[in-house]
């Protein structure tokens, strides 16, 4: 029996993406609570904050400076990072940025970031002191040495060999931006897709979606808003991020179709054409 030739072909990996952290904005488990969730073994029940680490052949970037980042490219063994992209400006997405300055002193050079214009407003607000005079510095190594790279809804950008798509989501009101990257989509903090983006989410091998919990929520998808956006979108894969500690890992895994699962923290997704 002649085998088609399709399904010998192994799709060329251009880089691997590594889910940092799948966490909602105060983490899991919750400081203080004692549901089954946060006092659980299973150590996918534990989530950091929202980020992604990317590595390239060019490189290592992430997408998102949580507050846990330190911890999280320790964890992972990252090396170098050489840029940084934004979804947005909510703490539990940037707070971690002054944990980028080692990599401007072993770079010698500042680490871009690549966000829209209200999102460098924002992070210029909350880290003044990385943006102030330099000769006003105790020491050379007192602040971060960071730039902006504007990017734009729709926009195309190449970074470390990959290109970027940028794409329009919604978080509540707020618009923010989701990545597609080859053959995988990063979408966070999402609570509706424009009709356009959709169409820019097709064909997707790998779709990282949020699903905050059961029940609907004004600025995030729920899991039923979620497991319907991915019916219509038709991922052949994807894993569900920025669960809060109403969705336990195991439990969640049992509702869900054969296409569709938990993300965790330190998930590998290869990424091909």
């Known amino acids: 029996m002649t085998q088609n030739c399709e399904d010998t072909v192994t799709p060329e990996v251009l880089a691997e993406m590594v889910i940092m952290g799948t966490g909602t904005s105060i983490g899991v488990p919750v400081v203080g609570c004692r549901c089954s969730v946060c006092l659980s073994d299973n150590p996918r029940n534990r989530r950091m904050r929202s980020g992604v680490l990317i590595r390239t052949p060019q490189g290592e970037m992430i997408i998102d400076a949580g507050p846990e980042l330190r911890m999280q490219l320790v964890r992972e063994r990252a090396t170098l990072i050489r840029a940084a992209i934004f979804t947005h400006s909510h703490a539990d ?16 050079d500042s680490v871009p970031l ?20 330099p000769s006003t510095h105790a020491h050379k190594y007192a602040a971060p040495r960071l730039r902006f790279e504007r990017i734009t809804e729709g926009q195309d950008f ?11 989501l919604k978080h509540g009101e707020l618009p923010i931006l989701g990545f597609r990257i080859g053959n995988v989509a990063f979408c966070t903090d999402v609570s509706t897709i424009p009709a356009d983006s959709r169409e820019q989410l097709r064909n997707l091998d ?37 669960m809060s500690h109403e969705l336990d890992y195991d439990e969640l895994l049992k509702e869900l179709p054969p296409n569709v699962a938990p993300a965790y923290d330190g998930l590998r997704i290869a990424i091909s054409k």
Do not use: W
């Open 158 to 168: 190449s970074l470390l060999g990959l290109d970027i798509r940028t794409i329009r």
């Open 206 to 242: 790998v779709l990282v979606l949020n699903t905050l919990r059961h029940k609907p929520h004004p600025t995030h998808l729920h899991l039923d808003a979620a497991l319907n956006l991915i019916r219509q979108l038709q991922p052949r894969q994807a894993y569900l991020t920025h």
């Open 93 to 108: 997405h940037i707070m971690g940025i002054d944990d980028l300055r080692i990599f401007g002193f072993q770079l010698d």
């Open 114 to 133: 690549y966000c829209e214009e209200g999102v460098e407003e924002q992070i210029r607000q909350t880290f003044s002191y990385a943006f102030s005079d």
